[in-house]
């Protein structure tokens, strides 16, 4: 069983690679929910729905996210009701915030709901939330505390970044499966994600950060950081503010003790001794995933630098 630590696109990106390596019944993905916010009063898992509509051929690929050829007239009627507009949901997106709250009103949990609509879209890979209790990431910036998404996406990232906070994640549990999968995998990735909000999200939930480190699997991360910036989304200044280096650098600082390995970047390869030097093997390679061919070779990439790894966690 590989076990993937999951953002949104960078991620859903990598997975596309990997089921083309990997039987996916024989992959878990462990997604990140701090992004999670209510929109029109429905519950909306933006990366959960990422990897989701990504394996599922659906996704809109030009944005990562949302489905493909979607239309917004709801959104557009929302508008005219006087709704907040800025996430732009379309139509058949809303369908599944629509159906995800339903049932999480009659009770089941974000993990069940998760699990029934991966199967509804025939997605062989299983997608865990890394939580079923709610977990909000929100920055801190001169206006305030905002939620991520509000941050990211309303505001365009264009605050300064003084801080970053999990709100609930002291009293969140991992959903079902989530350690079990860390306890039995035969290899444990760190997709390309934010090391701070996404991977620094499910790290942070009790119980996670040690299982990954105790587990008897090889762990390889790959750096979502090339050649000083990220490959998409808001890394460098949230890296900036927690005191990392927006660099391949400062991804294995904020790794270090949890992985064995981490995958850089060509344009990265001058920073390999320095980054072998934090306790962890280098493997460098092409990280940019253009086209199918490019993801299939850094999962094969992945898999291989897990084969051949060895124990570098304490
Ligand atoms: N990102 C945007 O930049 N603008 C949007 O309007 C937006 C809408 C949206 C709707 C559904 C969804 O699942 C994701 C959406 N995203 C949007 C992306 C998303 O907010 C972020 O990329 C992730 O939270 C980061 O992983």
Redesign the pocket.
């Known amino acids: 069983m590989i076990v993937v630590l999951a953002?949104?696109?960078g991620a859903a990106r990598f997975l596309e690679g990997l089921v083309q390596v990997a039987p996916p019944e024989e992959i878990v993905a462990i997604i990140?929910t701090g992004?999670d916010m209510v929109f029109h009063g429905l519950h909306?898992?933006?990366?959960i729905?990422?990897v989701t509509?990504t394996l599922a051929g659906i996704v809109d690929e030009s944005?990562?996210?949302?489905v493909r050829d979607d239309t917004t007239h709801a959104l557009s009627m929302l508008a005219q009701l006087g709704a907040e507009t800025?996430?732009?949901?379309?139509d058949r997106?809303l369908a599944v915030h629509i159906r995800r709250t339903e049932l999480l009103r009659a009770g089941w949990t974000l993990s069940e709901v998760t699990d029934a609509f991966r199967r509804a879209l025939k997605v062989g890979v299983r997608l865990l939330p890394m939580s079923d209790d709610q977990v909000a990431t929100e920055i801190c910036t001169p206006v305030g505390w905002l939620h991520?998404?509000r941050y990211?996406?309303q505001r365009?990232a264009r605050d300064e970044v003084l801080g970053v906070r999990f709100i609930g994640i002291d009293r969140a549990c991992p959903a079902p499966g989530v350690i079990e999968a860390l306890q039995q995998a035969d290899a444990v990735i760190i997709a390309p994600?934010?090391p701070v909000?996404?991977v620094g999200t499910i790290l942070a939930v009790p119980g996670v950060r040690d299982a990954v480190t105790s587990t008897p699997a090889p762990v390889v991360a790959v750096s979502p950081i090339v050649a000083g910036a990220p490959i998409k989304?808001p890394a460098a200044p949230l890296m900036r503010a927690v005191g990392l280096d927006v660099s391949a650098r400062g991804v294995a600082v904020c790794y270090r003790g949890v992985i064995d390995t981490l995958i850089i970047d060509q344009a990265d390869a001058g920073l390999a001794d320095e980054i072998r030097a934090f306790g962890m093997e280098v493997a460098v390679t092409d990280t940019i995933m253009h086209g199918r061919a490019a993801k299939r070779r850094l999962a094969e990439t992945a898999l291989s630098a897990a084969r051949t790894a060895t124990r570098r966690r304490p």
């Not at 909306?44 to 990366?47: A, K, L, Y």
């Not at 944005?63 to 949302?66: S, Y």
């Not at 800025?86 to 379309?90: A, E, R």
């Open positions: 953002g949104g696109v990140n992004d909306v898992s933006p990366d729905d990422i509509y944005q990562g996210w949302g800025w996430f732009k949901l379309g997106d991520f998404q990211l996406v365009r994600s934010n909000v996404s989304g």
